[in-house]
């Protein structure tokens, strides 16, 4: 290793390490109007916290084997290598997993944010179109790991389960990004990491505090931890060791996924005038 | 008519109770059977021996004798009270509730320090003392007495809302001489004389009090409104510039003398007061509305659209400002031409957006890149699911494209049930065609 990769090593770590410290909980913006409830946002929560609860919790409680839970629901889950080679479920496990989480928190802080930036994006998109751009990008966002696999580029050989919602819902992040871009949102911090009597525990502390934030800081701080985060399980798995199973390029490509998918479901209004007022000034 | 049965056995069971010492249930019976028959002789007399006070006993023994004068016992009662009665209490001298000078018992005004002593109440108008917290006639609060201007400006502000502009009128002179160097007392005077609408009195009391307070922006502010609205724009100008230049924080000043400057056609210092205006209050709604007015008189369509949109989305749905919006919004937005929103561009924009999940799982499905191992099957459902999404983006967003116009006439897709016949077999039909390219059998 040279110094240099150290070096850069060293900074990506730290990077990593200081943006995990805090998560940005998005509590209002300034968007208080709906057109009508959100039913797909409702509806995709609804499904994602049933299905939690029917394959985490009834399931895992009827076959109080961990092993074997994982078998039986290994299936449903994406691993790249088994979608190349045409074993099991293919392009509908894509589907499948980003309706599994691993654990509560997993699931809590995705339905979070899914609540807060889908509801604001279905106001504009309406619920079918949303529901269709949260799937692209569920797509596209797998897209990664499994052209990957294509391309033989994978260290572990793809045999990595991959599942959560995270990537959609990063690209239903960057899509409300890009449609406002100038909103402010109010954000509570939430640190991660609280040292008790000089241990530090992985107890996540929100603070009582409304930090009005551009929606841009979403994004960049998702993307540069995304980056970070990734690089280093790539260098980690050169030197034969998993740094983390969080699928951090799926989540840059779900910000990739909801950024170009959206164009294809806005309506002609918002492409129109956006242009028009832009040729005008 | 009373039943003569019942008061006999009330008065049997009172007369018990209270031989048995319970004193509280022989009162409850013995004030029944008094309640049924009044002129019970023996129910009188043994309600005096439960009753508490000296003075309910002696009301009983009366009633005793009012019955039968001859009454022996009664009498010996009455004399017993009348030896052991307690001394009536002193009669409390009448003193001023602010000075606590001696005040004669009929006077209106303190003597030593002129302080009122009665005022009309606000609910009912009897003239009670002041040292009333509420009303006994009605019940009105009246507040506190010993807060000085501050009781007087409640009580001014009671009487306004109730119509009795003369009270009030007095009750804010009250409270200004009270404290003729409070400066929340001088505006709230001067704002009780607006509200009466004396004007005349609240531009002098505002002026009274720029002179006690001239470093204070509030006075300037409101005096600048009240000559906004006489229509003294150089007047209101000088005024509000003041109050921008006290307190630059102000954004009601600061978007009030925006105002002033967008009447005037001085736009660019109009521009800057109102950003600085959203900058200090960011959800001052008619503060946007007015930026966006002076950034399209600037030639400033996009900034003027982003501030409608911010006006409109602080505004509430119906309000007038929403409104206001709504109207310019769709004036600087004509339709789009139909070309556009209904041609062949915009419908491969839709096609293809429905056609994103289905070429994506036949290309994830092949396995391969470059993907030239689609199955044949998943060949031809694609080829389904191009059909079904164009029928699917008819239904919904291109209705009136140049195919459905052929096929439905010039109005295209028009009627719920023309969209029913080619969306339902569209979304059928993508449904079934994702299905197939996802099954790999």
């Known amino acids: 290793m040279s110094e240099f990769e150290a070096l850069m090593i060293y900074l990506a770590w730290g990077v990593d390490f200081l943006l995990s410290l805090v998560f940005l909980l998005p509590v209002k ?40 839970w994982l078998e039986q629901v290994k299936p449903f889950l994406l691993v790249p290598a088994d979608v190349v080679e045409g074993k099991g479920l293919g ?23 899914l609540f807060f930036f889908g509801r604001k994006l279905e106001d504009v998109l309406g619920p079918t179109k949303f529901g ?58 939430v640190l991660f990491w609280v ?43 050169e030197y034969g060791f998993v740094y983390s199973l969080t699928g951090s390029f799926a989540h840059l490509g779900g910000i990739i996924a909801g950024l170009t998918c959206l164009y294809f479901f806005l309506p002609a209004e918002i492409l129109h005038y956006r242009h028009r007022v832009g040729e005008e000034t | 008519m009373h039943d003569t049965a019942q008061v006999t056995g009330l008065l049997q069971h009172g007369i018990a109770a209270a031989r048995a010492g319970r004193k509280e249930e022989a009162r409850q019976y013995l004030l029944q059977a008094t309640d049924l028959d009044e002129r019970n002789e023996q129910a009188w007399l043994w309600l005096s021996g439960v009753v508490e006070s000296f003075e309910d006993r002696r009301v009983c023994l009366e009633n005793v004798l009012a019955i039968n004068p001859a009454n022996p016992h009664a009498r010996q009662g009455l004399r017993w009270l009348e030896e052991h009665a307690p001394p009536p209490a002193p009669v409390a001298e009448e003193r001023c509730p602010r000075c606590q000078s001696p005040v004669p018992s009929s006077g209106a005004v303190c003597p030593q320090c ?13 003239y009670i003392e002041v040292e009333h917290p509420v009303c006994p006639e009605c019940g009105c609060l009246l507040g506190d007495f010993r807060d000085g201007a501050h009781y007087h400006l409640g009580l001014a502000r009671a009487y306004l809302e109730r119509e009795r502009f003369t009270l009030a009128q007095e009750a804010g002179d009250r409270a200004e001489a009270e404290a003729p160097d409070d400066p929340e007392v001088l505006e709230a005077v001067a704002a009780l004389h607006e509200r009466m609408g004396h004007t005349d009195l609240a531009v002098l009391t505002y002026q009274r009090a720029i002179e ?22 150089d007047d209101a100008r000088a005024m509000y510039e003041q109050a921008v230049r006290l307190d630059s924080n102000d954004s009601a000043a600061l978007f009030a003398l925006a105002q002033l400057y967008a009447e005037a056609g001085v736009l660019s210092g109009a521009c800057r007061l109102l950003e600085r205006a959203v900058e200090v209050d960011p959800e001052h709604a008619e503060a946007h509305l007015l930026l966006s007015d002076v950034y399209m008189r600037l030639g400033k369509s996009k900034q003027a659209v982003q501030q409608y949109e911010r006006a409109g989305a602080l505004s509430k749905p119906g309000s007038a400002v929403g409104r206001e919006v709504q109207r310019r919004l769709t004036k600087l937005r004509p339709g789009i031409s139909e070309q556009h929103a209904q041609g062949w561009g915009e419908t491969f924009r839709r096609v293809t957006g429905l056609m994103l999940l289905p070429v994506l799982a036949a290309w ?40 459905m116009r052929a096929i439905f006439g010039k109005a295209g897709l028009e009627r719920l049930w023309q969209k029913a016949l080619v969306g339902v077999p569209g979304v059928a039909l993508w449904g079934a065609a994702l299905g197939v390219i996802m099954w790999r059998g």
Not at chain 1, 93 to 112: K, P
Not at chain 2, 114 to 126: K, M, N, S, T, Y
Not at chain 2, 227 to 233: E, F, G, I, K, Q
Not at chain 2, 381 to 392: C, D, E, I, K, R
């Open chain 2, 212 to 233: 006690r307070h001239p470093e204070s922006a509030i006075y300037y502010a409101r005096l600048g409104a009240i000559y906004h609205r006489r229509a003294m724009p």
């Open chain 1, 91 to 113: 392009a509908l496990s894509v589907i499948t997993s980003a309706f599994l989480h691993a654990d509560l928190s997993h699931l809590v802080y995705n339905m979070l944010f």
């Open chain 1, 29 to 68: 913006d300034d968007r208080g109007r709906h057109r009508s409830f959100p039913y797909m946002t409702v509806g995709i929560i609804v499904l994602n916290t049933l299905i939690f609860v029917l394959v985490n919790i009834v399931l895992f409680l009827q076959i109080d084997d961990p092993e074997v």
């Open chain 2, 364 to 403: 994830v499905n092949a396995g391969v890149i470059p993907p030239w191992e689609i199955r044949p099957a998943a060949l031809g459902a694609l080829a389904v699911a191009f059909l079904a999404s164009y029928l699917w983006a008819c239904a919904t967003d291109v209705p009136r494209n140049d195919i």
């Open chain 1, 195 to 237: 040292v008790l009597l000089g241990i530090p525990l992985p107890i996540p502390l929100p603070i009582p505090v409304m930090i009005p934030m551009p929606a841009w800081v979403f994004i960049l701080h998702s993307v540069l931890k995304d980056i970070a985060h990734g690089w280093l399980q790539t260098k980690a798995q």
């Open chain 2, 114 to 126: 002129d302080q009122l002593l009665i005022v009309a109440c606000p609910g009912c108008g009897e």
């Open chain 1, 132 to 189: 269709l751009l949260y799937l692209a990008c569920a797509f596209v966002s797998s897209l990664g790991s499994i052209v990957q696999e294509m391309l033989k580029l994978s260290v572990t050989q793809g045999t990595v389960p991959e599942l959560g919602a995270s990537g959609a819902i990063m690209g239903i992040v960057a899509a409300y990004l890009f449609l406002f871009p100038g909103q402010r949102i109010r954000t509570m911090p």
